[in-house]
């Protein structure tokens, strides 16, 4: 994986377009997103791993049954299928350097607006976290803090540092974890840069339920050149597919299904 992301990150902090300012994203922190568009050893090859595929269909795959009038004396049940997407993929590639701090513990799911009641509900699951170390994760190198069962917490509860573990991991290691669980990442005190632990590398990938809007606007952050030359299942994972529902379709139909190719070429004064 790490072959794969090296040449499309910058040789030096001032090449890197995305520097985040703020304190969010640490400034040694560097982030390359739409990271599933890297290659598939990045992306499909992770995406749909039997285990992620799995949990994605236990988890945020929805399978809404319901009975409507049909117009005339028969009710018509019908179930509707709304598949989850990829809601954002980014990589960190986080480097020691002074004043560097760890985040604060908060919810990714949080982008949503996100109510957080007790008790909690297998339906509350709103999103999955897949972090992958491509270096070994350490505490002292930045390793995330998690404070497991806090994604049963309402929105009263104070989460405190002293309740969260250290994710520490080999590299291919992941941590899998809910959206409303508390987390943070570390901060880098490696202050021997010729250490091996002086670099850590997270892949992360997150995958929302179909009827949220995703996190990474993936229509304009993946060039459609790239977006046509992914299989058909990666396009639909990234967005490029309508549910049951109909959300998100074109001309009533599936995106994929019309082809990309002839979607992509609509202009103003052919559509």
Same mark, same amino acid.
């Given at each position: 994986?790490?072959?794969?992301?090296?040449?499309?990150?910058?040789?030096?902090?001032?090449?890197?377009?995305?520097?985040?300012?703020? /304190?969010?994203?640490?400034?040694?922190? =560097?982030?390359?997103?739409?990271?599933?568009?890297?290659?598939? @050893?990045?992306? *499909?090859? $992770?995406?749909?791993?039997?285990?992620?595929?799995?949990?994605?269909?236990?988890?945020?795959?929805?399978?809404?049954?319901?009975?409507?009038?049909?117009?005339?004396?028969?009710?018509?049940?019908?179930?509707?299928?709304?598949?989850?997407?990829?809601?954002?993929?980014?990589?960190?590639?986080?480097?020691?350097?002074?004043?560097?701090?760890?985040?604060?513990?908060?919810?990714?799911?949080?982008?949503?607006?996100? /109510?957080?009641?007790?008790?909690?509900? =297998?339906?509350?699951?709103?999103?999955?976290?897949?972090?992958? @170390?491509?270096? *070994?994760? $350490?505490?002292?190198?930045?390793?995330?803090?998690?404070?497991?069962?806090?994604?049963?917490?309402?929105?009263?509860?104070?989460?405190?540092?002293?309740?969260?573990?250290?994710?520490?991991?080999?590299?291919?290691?992941?941590?899998?974890?809910?959206?409303?669980?508390?987390?943070?990442?570390?901060?880098?005190?490696?202050?021997?840069?010729?250490?091996?632990?002086?670099?850590?590398?997270?892949?992360?990938?997150?995958?929302?339920?179909?009827?949220?809007?995703?996190?990474?606007?993936?229509?304009?952050?993946?060039?459609?050149?790239?977006?046509?030359?992914?299989?058909?299942?990666?396009?639909?994972?990234?967005?490029?597919?309508?549910?049951?529902?109909?959300?998100?379709?074109?001309?009533?139909?599936?995106?994929?299904?019309?082809?990309?190719?002839?979607?992509?070429?609509?202009?103003?004064?052919?559509?």
């Amino acid at each position: 994986m790490l072959e794969t992301i090296e040449p499309h990150l910058p040789s030096t902090d001032h090449d890197f377009p995305y520097k985040t300012p703020g /304190t969010f994203f640490p400034q040694e922190t =560097k982030l390359l997103w739409s990271l599933v568009a890297r290659g598939d @050893a990045v992306g *499909k090859r $992770v995406c749909f791993h039997p285990l992620l595929v799995g949990l994605r269909d236990e988890l945020l795959h929805m399978h809404i049954t319901r009975t409507n009038d049909a117009g005339s004396t028969d009710m018509q049940t019908k179930t509707t299928d709304i598949p989850p997407r990829l809601s954002l993929s980014v990589c960190f590639d986080m480097r020691p350097g002074p004043g560097a701090k760890q985040q604060p513990l908060h919810r990714d799911e949080d982008v949503w607006g996100t /109510t957080h009641e007790r008790p909690f509900r =297998k339906e509350d699951i709103r999103q999955l976290g897949v972090l992958i @170390a491509g270096t *070994k994760s $350490v505490k002292e190198n930045g390793a995330t803090l998690v404070i497991p069962g806090s994604h049963l917490w309402d929105d009263e509860r104070i989460p405190r540092e002293e309740e969260a573990a250290y994710a520490e991991m080999e590299s291919g290691d992941a941590l899998i974890f809910l959206s409303g669980t508390r987390h943070a990442g570390g901060a880098n005190k490696i202050q021997d840069l010729t250490s091996p632990l002086a670099r850590r590398v997270l892949f992360s990938y997150f995958f929302a339920k179909g009827y949220l809007r995703q996190e990474e606007n993936m229509f304009l952050s993946i060039p459609r050149e790239v977006v046509l030359g992914m299989d058909v299942e990666m396009q639909k994972l990234i967005g490029y597919e309508a549910a049951g529902s109909h959300c998100g379709f074109v001309d009533f139909q599936s995106p994929v299904d019309v082809g990309l190719e002839k979607v992509f070429s609509r202009t103003a004064g052919n559509f």
